[in-house]
């Protein structure tokens, strides 16, 4: 089993960069799919980003591309968000998820593990 735990959100102004963080518990860290997830104000929680087990493998939602970044430390087991260029419709609750799988899935039903979520705000 997996306990993710995120930090890293705030308050921010449009244009600012933020770096969000996954803390992940267990041994097999290197052996899950991880992504991040996002969920505002009376929406769905949608697909940000996800990487693969060992990192080559990235993919994300058309609208961060460009301006967010992945990534992961098998040996700190910890997977980031490097957000840049933010945008007040990237405010939402950002959560964190794992999956033990070679693949790199990018919807929420795939995702067996999440976070508590850590909050985002961008203000124009």
């Known amino acids: 089993q997996v306990q993710l735990v995120e930090s890293g959100g705030g308050l921010v102004q449009a244009g600012d960069s933020l770096r969000l963080t996954c803390a992940a518990s267990?041994?097999?860290?290197?052996?899950?799919?991880m992504g991040w997830f996002r969920q505002a104000p009376g929406k769905e929680r949608d697909f940000v980003a996800a990487?693969?087990?060992?990192?080559?493998?990235?993919y994300y939602t058309d609208s961060v591309k460009g301006r967010f970044t992945i990534s992961r430390d098998n040996v700190k087991n910890t997977v980031y968000l490097q957000m840049s260029s933010l945008k007040p419709e990237d405010t939402a609750v950002y959560y964190c998820?794992?999956?033990?799988?070679?693949?790199?899935?990018?919807?929420?039903?795939?995702?067996?593990?999440w976070g508590q979520g850590t909050q985002v705000t961008v203000s124009s």
């Open positions: 998820a794992a999956v033990y799988s070679l693949l790199t899935p990018q919807r929420v039903s795939e995702y067996d593990y």
């Open positions: 267990g041994r097999t860290f290197s052996r899950y799919a």
């Open positions: 990487i693969n087990w060992s990192g080559s493998m990235r």
